[in-house]
T-cell receptor, first 108, second 115 residues
Framework: LAKTTQPISMDSYEGQEVNITCSHN???????ITWYQQFPSQGPRFIIQ???TKVTNEVASLFIPADRKSSTLSLPRVSLSDTAVYYC?????????FGKGTRLHILP | DAGITQSPRYKITETGRQVTLMCHQT?????MFWYRQDLGHGLRLIYY???????DKGEVPDGYVVSRSKTENFPLTLESATRSQTSVYFC??????????????FGPGTRLLVL
């Protein structure tokens, strides 16, 4: 199972675009890339998932380069309520593993 | 639609006591999971279940017991609680699998303190 590496923490300001990059050098052919968001005192919740290129939904965009060894979660125009821990997961049909995530702190 | 619920939300117990954490989901999802979350470790899988009466170990199963007699319930029992089991416990469910293609839906968590 591919290990992921992401920054421990990031700060940004309201209204800015935030990009969180995740490295997964050993990603396998069948692996999907998934991001979860966890607010304080809550369980994680699914944000977005992709296999290659770009995926966009109402919450975020996910950019995956051709070699798939990294991915970038992009949050447009963040607000204070986007303060949370963001987890990058890489897994196949058999399992996923949560790493320690990136603690994103949005400042006013 | 309640989704996935956990009870109790908070629990204080003493070393050596048996504790059962409850998880209930209303979606009829096949898969259910128990995770623990500790500072510095992220979420770690304790046990999972693919269906009623089918359970399997995750990363950190020692000291825990699970059962799944009904699809909607997945209780987690600490047979003899230890201080190292002080943690936040999350239950999750998914429709078709436990891999990355299947979204897992998490409950609100149970905060357990073992004295």
């Amino acid at each position: 199972l591919a290990k992921t590496t992401q920054p421990i923490s990031m700060d940004s300001y309201e209204g800015q675009e935030v990009n969180i990059t995740c490295s997964h050098n050993n990603i396998a052919t069948n692996d999907y890339i998934t991001w979860y968001q966890q607010f304080p005192s809550q369980g994680p919740r699914f944000i977005i998932q992709g296999y290659k290129t770009k995926v966009t939904n109402e919450v975020a965009s996910l950019f995956i380069p051709a070699d798939r060894k990294s991915s970038t979660l992009s949050l447009p125009r963040v607000s204070l309520s986007d303060t949370a821990v963001y987890y990058c997961l890489v897994g196949d049909d058999d399992k996923i593993i949560f790493g320690k995530g990136t603690r994103l702190h949005i400042l006013p | 639609d309640a989704g996935i619920t956990q009870s109790p939300r908070y629990k204080i117990t003493e070393t050596g006591r048996q504790v059962t954490l409850m998880c209930h989901q209303t979606w009829s999802h096949s898969y259910m999971f128990w995770y623990r979350q500790d500072l510095g470790h992220g979420l770690r899988l304790i046990y999972y279940s693919a269906a009623a009466d089918i359970t399997d170990k995750g990363e950190v199963p020692d000291g825990y017991v699970v059962s799944r007699s009904k699809t909607e319930n997945f209780p987690l029992t600490l047979e003899s609680a230890t201080r190292s089991q002080t943690s936040v416990y999350f239950c999750a469910s998914s429709g078709l699998g436990r891999g990355s293609q299947e979204t897992q839906y998490f409950g609100p968590g149970t905060r357990l303190l073992v004295l």
